[in-house]
């Protein structure tokens, strides 16, 4: 067929099997790729080919590529459609494949299939002439009435569309210029077609035969045009060109292709959600809008971005629980059983709790503040949290607000935006599918703030119970009550919460625990539950109380209990390796007859020996059960101790002294040191000081240097000037931590008056104070955390302000017995308390310096 002008396509061409779409000549297709020898195809002939002539290749529709390339290939579709690849892009996601972007050139029947591997190679033969558009006339005359007739239902066709549009201008154009034998490919892929009818015109070779068959088509288009645009009101021609493209469902319907039966799948799924939308029980505004949209939704053709967005929108419209709640079962007596069960210690919680509850329970009202948890990591907030939701009966949902620094974080973005959302809070009411859930905003003190906005600012609203009942998310656009929520908050400290959040709060402190709670929780609750997650028994495995006790003062150094589970998690993982190798090396099934039978003594002999886990030699041998967990067992496990109680070694020479500082991880110990050279009279401090203690040393040297004489305080050459010559460096351990407050004055002045004096401090002796420059001691925060951290350390005698002293009472019996308190009203008396026989003042009587 080709003639001696026209353009001819090589005589082999690779295959690009597709089973999705028909490619016309003329027309541009994009296509998937992603079986084995198409993939081959794209890799070693697109990708690698430079020439033109290598982007050549053959489309064969209506056949699949197998999905090994082991498989053979199926029997190919005869006519095929040479194409040239525009585009080739690549991915790896969700599994590796490419796109490519085609245009027909030509159709072309298969002669002999050269090769199947690494991809189909066939001999072919061109059907249509490719020509360069210069002979046109010719052409016209020879196709004659039929093409005539073709063409004038083309252009009835394109000038019942909307001529402003560009596309749609260009196209009547081309009408006009396009060679005429063109046509029937060009607008079959441009009306509406389902893939059999192109299947059918690509192999109608024959022109006159392609002509025939295109214009029923086109007559179907042009009336299903027409019955649209009479049921259309005039005035909402503006989307005629939107609609015009696809035209109305049900015309010229013809029964069986898979595009309309998909169509129809979408329109009923369209229906569906305007029933679901109907009988949900959203509040009447919710319902309005989301009519309103329905309708939009309908009129919109479903390639549109926007057809997705609202859809979206509508769905979580209707899956949200506008009206949907659990019933509360509140029983106090019970609630405080299961608070108790759960929890050990952390009775002021536990109280308060209740009290919160109880009110509740008499008034069907949520009302009131919200409580906020305040205290160090792993002392249970979270995990009191879930046990209220579970007195409660009612669902709970964790927010996550740790690094959370942009405000549709919590209101969710507009729906203008790209890839739009709602925010936490509707996203959570839509995963816990009621309306009356326990909502632990987790971490509210790490709220950041940026460009975005102040998440802090969002989340008023969402907590003020005034306000709440009508929250607003940006993406819903319709307020959502959340009066019936539940909010606990919890935080490490107090200090970084916005002061208007805070102020919506009711802050109850969950301060550290001591050594013996830590002990109780750790065989009360945590030893049994890492045993279950484990999979062993307390027939396997025993912990000794003294044990735990290792494990807390030398393996962790912590407020909570969450580096002590993590620590009981890998002694489990440990023996759960040896109690599966002794189960699979032992010859006696039951392991409780061994322990009652005659073998008894000879394990009862060999205990000692084995009773370390780490003796490589029972390796061999199935573990003695339980296996007990002893220091040598724990050294094995958990390596050697990190923790050593340093206290007394530390303070062997005069200028260190130590005080208890408070972090949002708990109570600290810390050595302050101090040394003096000679120098003009500088104070050097070093270890990331805050501007208040800085100020505190500097008070510090002044009270000193004006009581120098008063306690024989001298430099180094003796005089009372203690600067005179002399330069100060004080410094603070673990430099890399900022530190702030005034509560270091006391140890300050302490670590300063061993260093002026020569004297050592008491090794076992901690204090915590504000001072004044008359020596006044003031009373200071965090003193039950502090004072834990000092029975943490081993001290014995904590020295904190006189006015502290009702703080003593937040202190375990047990903890208090084993410490003594000072309760120091100024600095003689914390001198006092700190040195060994006390810091003497001497009478005021001038010393004559000899001048001999
Ligand atoms: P937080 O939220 O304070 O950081 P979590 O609630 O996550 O701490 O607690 C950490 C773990 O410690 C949880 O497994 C919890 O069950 C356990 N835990 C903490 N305090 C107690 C307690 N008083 N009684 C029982 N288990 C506790």
């Keep these: 067929m080709a003639a001696g002008s026209a353009i001819q396509i090589p005589s082999r061409l690779p295959l690009l099997l597709t089973h999705e779409g028909v490619l016309l000549p003329g027309s541009t297709m994009r296509t998937s790729v992603d079986s084995p020898r198409n993939m081959q195809l794209v890799r070693s002939r697109l990708l690698k080919g430079t020439s033109l002539r290598s982007t050549i290749i053959g489309v064969i529709p209506n056949t699949s590529d197998p999905t090994s390339d082991c498989d053979d290939l199926p029997s190919l579709h005869r006519i095929g459609t040479a194409a040239l690849a525009v585009q080739v892009v690549g991915s790896n996601w969700p599994k590796p494949h490419y796109?490519?972007?085609?245009?027909?050139?030509?159709?072309?029947?298969?002669?002999?299939?050269?090769?199947?591997?690494?991809?189909?190679?066939?001999?072919?033969?061109?059907?249509?002439?490719?020509?360069?558009?210069?002979?046109?006339?010719?052409?016209?005359?020879?196709?004659?009435?039929?093409?005539?007739?073709?063409?004038?239902?083309?252009?009835?066709?394109?000038?019942?569309?909307?001529?402003?549009?560009?596309?749609?201008?260009?196209?009547?154009?081309?009408?006009?210029?396009?060679?005429r034998e063109a046509l029937p490919d060009i607008l079959t892929s441009i009306i509406r077609t389902s893939n059999q009818e192109k299947l059918q015109i690509l192999d109608a070779v024959r022109l006159e035969e392609r002509f025939k068959m295109t214009i029923p088509l086109l007559v179907r288009q042009i009336e299903g045009l027409k019955l649209l645009q009479k049921t259309r009101k005039p005035k909402q021609d503006d989307d005629k060109r939107v609609v015009a493209i696809r035209p109305t469902r049900r015309i010229n319907h013809i029964p069986g292709t898979t595009e309309d039966e998909e169509e129809e799948e979408d329109h009923d799924d369209v229906v569906m959600l305007?029933?679901?939308?109907?009988?949900?029980?959203?509040?009447?505004?919710?319902?309005?809008?989301?009519?309103?949209?329905?309708?939009?939704?309908?009129?919109?053709?479903?390639?549109?971005?926007?057809?997705?967005?609202?859809?979206?929108?509508?769905?979580?419209?209707?899956?949200?629980?506008?009206?949907?709640?659990?019933?509360?079962?509140?029983?106090?007596?019970?609630?405080?059983?299961?608070?108790?069960?759960?929890?050990?210690?952390?009775?002021?919680l536990k109280k308060r709790v209740l009290e919160y509850l109880a009110v509740r329970q008499l008034k069907n009202n949520l009302k009131g503040p919200i409580l906020c948890f305040v205290g160090p990591p792993g002392v249970g907030k979270t995990s009191v949290g879930r046990s209220i939701a579970?007195?409660?009966?009612?669902?709970?949902?964790?927010?996550?607000?740790?690094?959370?620094?942009?405000?549709?974080?919590?209101?969710?973005?507009?729906?203008?935006?790209?890839?739009?959302?709602?925010?936490?809070?509707?996203?959570?009411?839509?995963?816990?599918?009621?309306?009356?859930?326990v909502f632990l905003l987790d971490e509210v003190d790490k709220l950041g703030k940026s460009l975005q906005g102040d998440p802090a600012a969002a989340l008023l609203e969402v907590?003020?119970?005034?306000?709440?009942?009508?929250?607003?998310?940006?993406?819903?656009?319709?307020?959502?009550?959340?009066?019936q929520v539940l909010f606990i908050a919890t935080a490490n400290t107090t200090a970084t919460i916005p002061p208007a959040l805070l102020d919506r709060m009711e802050i109850i402190q969950v301060p550290g625990y001591t050594q013996e709670e830590k002990i109780e929780i750790a065989h009360r609750h945590l030893i049994p539950k890492q045993l279950e997650q484990h999979g062993l028994t307390p027939q396997q495995i025993q912990i000794p109380q003294v044990t735990t006790l290792d494990i807390i003062t030398r393996?962790?150094?912590?407020?909570?209990?969450?580096?002590?589970?993590?620590?009981?998690?890998?002694?489990?993982?440990?023996?759960?390796?040896?109690?599966?190798?002794g189960q699979h090396k032992e010859t006696k099934p039951d392991r409780a007859e061994v322990g009652e039978g005659e073998d008894c003594k000879e394990h009862v002999t060999e205990d000692a020996k084995t009773e370390s886990i780490s003796d490589t030699a029972d390796l061999a041998l199935p573990p003695e059960m339980p296996i007990l967990i002893d220091f040598h067992a724990l050294k094995d496990i958990l390596g050697p101790p990190m923790y050593e109680m340093e206290v007394s070694e530390r303070l062997s020479q005069p200028g260190v002294a130590i005080g208890l500082a408070w972090t949002p991880l708990g109570g600290e110990i810390m050595f302050v040191e101090a040394s003096r050279m000679?120098?003009?009279?500088?104070?050097?401090?070093?270890?990331?000081?805050?501007?208040?203690?800085?100020?505190?040393?500097?008070?510090?040297?002044?009270?000193?240097?004006?009581?120098?004489?008063?306690y024989q305080l001298t430099n180094a050459s003796g005089s009372f000037d203690l600067l005179d010559n002399t330069d100060i460096h004080l410094h603070f351990p673990a430099g890399a931590v900022t530190k702030d407050g005034p509560s270091a004055g006391v140890t300050i002045v302490?670590?300063?008056?061993?260093?002026?004096?020569?004297?050592?401090?008491?090794?076992?002796?901690?204090?915590?104070?504000?001072?004044?420059?008359?020596?006044?001691?003031?009373?200071?925060?965090?003193?039950?955390?502090?004072?834990?951290?000092?029975?943490?350390?081993?001290?014995?005698?904590?020295?904190?302000?006189?006015?502290?002293?009702?703080d003593l009472e937040e202190i375990a019996v047990n903890v208090r017995q084993d410490l003594t308190f000072v309760l120091a009203s100024c600095l003689d008396e914390v001198l006092n308390a700190a040195f060994d026989g006390g810091f003497a003042v001497k009478p005021r009587v001038e010393r004559l310096n000899s001048k001999l």
């Design 99 to 179: 796109t490519l972007l085609v245009t027909g050139l030509c159709r072309f029947q298969i002669l002999q299939l050269l090769k199947e591997k690494p991809y189909p190679v066939a001999e072919v033969e061109q059907l249509d002439r490719l020509e360069q558009f210069t002979n046109q006339h010719k052409s016209e005359e020879e196709l004659g009435e039929l093409s005539e007739q073709f063409y004038k239902y083309a252009v009835q066709l394109v000038e019942m569309l909307d001529m402003s549009v560009p596309a749609v201008a260009k196209l009547r154009r081309l009408l006009d210029n396009l060679p």
């Design 274 to 348: 305007e029933k679901k939308i109907r009988t949900s029980s959203m509040s009447e505004q919710a319902l309005k809008v989301c009519l309103k949209e329905i309708k939009r939704l309908k009129k919109m053709p479903q390639s549109m971005p926007e057809y997705a967005l609202t859809r979206n929108y509508l769905e979580l419209m209707v899956e949200l629980p506008w009206n949907k709640s659990t019933k509360d079962r509140l029983e106090i007596r019970a609630a405080r059983i299961l608070l108790d069960n759960d929890h050990y210690a952390m009775e002021k």
């Design 390 to 437: 579970k007195t409660l009966g009612r669902e709970f949902h964790r927010i996550a607000l740790g690094g959370v620094c942009d405000q549709s974080d919590i209101r969710g973005h507009r729906r203008t935006y790209v890839g739009s959302m709602p925010g936490r809070i509707i996203n959570g009411l839509k995963t816990v599918g009621v309306n009356n859930p």
């Design 463 to 483: 907590l003020d119970p005034e306000q709440n009942h009508s929250f607003t998310d940006h993406y819903l656009n319709v307020a959502f009550d959340l009066s």
């Design 555 to 581: 393996y962790t150094r912590e407020a909570g209990v969450r580096s002590l589970d993590r620590k009981l998690g890998a002694i489990c993982r440990a023996v759960a390796v040896k109690v599966a190798e």
């Design 678 to 710: 000679d120098g003009e009279g500088q104070l050097t401090l070093t270890g990331q000081l805050g501007d208040v203690m800085k100020e505190s040393a500097h008070l510090a040297i002044s009270w000193l240097r004006s009581n120098a004489k008063r």
């Design 750 to 806: 302490t670590c300063l008056a061993s260093l002026f004096s020569g004297r050592l401090v008491c090794s076992d002796v901690a204090m915590t104070g504000e001072i004044t420059l008359r020596g006044l001691v003031l009373p200071v925060g965090g003193i039950k955390d502090k004072v834990l951290a000092a029975h943490r350390a081993g001290l014995k005698r904590v020295i904190i302000p006189q006015r502290n002293e009702k």
